[in-house]
């Protein structure tokens, strides 16, 4: 299957519901590097919201900052 044609400012495709190149009327997520084993559903009808990205897919939090390190007095 290729990969979906919209993509970032790179032209990278980026993560999300497409339709589904092998089913039509379908559409499979996309995680932005490859279609996602599982996740063909039909097409939600016009005015639909797309469905949440499949669970497990969330992008992990951003890594806690180190703490602070004090000023060394001078």
């Known amino acids: 299957m290729s990969a979906p044609s919209s993509g970032s400012a790179d032209n990278s495709p980026v993560e999300g519901f497409y339709p589904d190149p092998s089913i039509p009327g379908y559409i499979r997520y996309w995680s932005g590097t490859a ?10 009808a016009e ?21 602070p390190v004090p000023p060394v007095p001078r």
């Open 35 to 44: 279609w996602v084993p599982g996740t063909s559903r039909p097409a939600p």
């Open 47 to 67: 005015g639909e919201p797309m469905p949440a990205p499949p669970a497990g897919l969330a992008k992990p939090a951003a890594p806690a900052l180190a703490s």
